[in-house]
């Protein structure tokens, strides 16, 4: 694993890089499904609306 100190003042924290890609790649994914959604939303609004 791949994991990183950040010394500030006092603070020392730990990151652990590998766990931050995961959580990030994961909140990706969900903005993308997010979107896929909303966009199928609007084409079902709008084929309602055509006469």
């Known amino acids: 694993m791949n994991r990183k100190l950040i010394i500030d003042g006092n603070a020392v924290y730990e990151i652990d890089e590998t766990c931050m890609l ?27 609306s055509i006469p």
């Open 22 to 48: 995961k959580k990030q790649l994961e909140e990706k994914k969900e903005k993308e499904q997010a979107e896929m959604r909303n966009q199928e939303t609007e084409g079902y609004q709008m084929r309602e």
